[in-house]
């Protein structure tokens, strides 16, 4: 150890991990977008029965050692990044958050060689200014460690109140990036909130997936996917660039169970029934699942198979009122056919009365446009069954 209480050189560093990081248990918070939290909670009870996950708005927060980590970067489908948890604390002054800063471990999270960028939010707080707070957090680490550089490690501080959370993004780029897909349509809706979406209808235990206005088809892939592998397996993480990394293990696991699945899915538009094609063949679904994709309207369809299933759809918001009230109206009529199946819809909040049949199930904002998820056969989010105790 040096004088400064720093462990000297790369050795001394790791010996340091070892003994005080490494074993120790971590808060973290999984972020997802805000109506998913339930969800969420429900999903990480199943990768950790025996933790508890309080929800927040917009995330869970948990407690588990570093290895956890890895496991929810690996194999969560709902959440958006995963933030560890450096510290809290009170600053009412850039003076004050300086010293608070220099006290703080850096060494442990980022290494003897800091490289990093911040990126701050402040509210309701004396310190406000964020570029000044990110310059004063950067002056802080490089007192510490004798400099800081610019680097792709993402620090995430929030001020609030007077108080200062910094946290690692150990995710790096959102976990909707899954990887795999490269190409998209128009519009396409982010994976994890198709996974979010998935769960509440019951995912992945529906044998017969049907999407009338697939697009991309990133709900047929998401559930694809969900009998195929875990999400995170095309991509690499944040974590695995930090210090700490290679002293515990390498992503692995092992795969969900494999439910027989047949995936259907149709739209209007040769082009992005192309572009679906292509990503399923990047996605390489187990054996057990079989899709069909074909250029068909909506307003034609009919059950592609006896056995019901699930017809999931984010239909097109479209922007000419008359055209969408007609295409919404055939839609509504047609499914009238799906009698055993369970439905669900996202549309426009403002256009959930042309589905008079349908019942809301959750709403939420999705690219700026207030949304409903409208369903048939399926119960609200607040009536669900919940893994997890913490959902109030
Ligand atoms: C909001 S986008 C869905 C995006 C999709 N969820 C994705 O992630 O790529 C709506 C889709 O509906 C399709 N569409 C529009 N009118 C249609 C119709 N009459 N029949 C079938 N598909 C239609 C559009 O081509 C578009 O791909």
Known sequence: MT??????????????????????????????????????????????????????????SFSAPLPSMAKVNLKSRIAVRLLLRIAQCKVHSYPELFDRAKRLPWELYLGLKPACRLKISATSSRLHHTDNI??????????????CGEGEIEIVGRVFQDTLTL???????????????VL???????????????????APKIPVIFDPCCGSGTFLLEAADLVTGWPGR?????????????????????????????LYGSDISAEVIATAAENFRRLQPAKHCTWQ????DARKIHPPTKEAGLVISNLPYGKRLKAQEAFYRSLAQQLSLFHNWKILLLVPKAKVKWFPTLKTLLEFDNGGIRVVALGQGLPHLADRHYNNNSAP
Request: charged fraction near 25%; proline fraction near 6%; charge should be positive.
């Open 3 to 60: 004088k400064a209480g720093l462990p000297q050189g790369e050795r001394g560093l790791q010996r340091r991990l070892k003994r005080d990081f490494l074993k120790k248990t971590h808060d973290f918070l999984a972020v997802c977008e805000p109506g998913f939290e339930r969800l969420l909670a429900d999903e990480l009870t199943e990768l950790f029965p025996e933790g508890e996950f309080p929800i927040t708005t917009g995330g869970v």
């Open 293 to 296: 994709l074909q250029e068909s």
């Open 234 to 262: 095309f991509r690499d993480f944040a974590y695995q660039k930090m210090s700490f990394y290679r002293n515990y293990y390498d992503k692995g696991g092992d795969v969900p169970t494999p439910h027989k699945l047949q």
């Open 134 to 147: 990110a310059h004063t957090l950067k002056a802080a680490i490089a007192a510490r460690l004798g400099s």
């Open 167 to 181: 946290s690692l993004n150990t995710s790096g780029a959102p976990l909707y990036q899954r990887g795999y897909r």
């Open 184 to 202: 998209q349509a128009t519009a396409p809706l982010r994976e994890t909130t198709a996974a979010a979406l998935l769960r509440l209808a019951g």
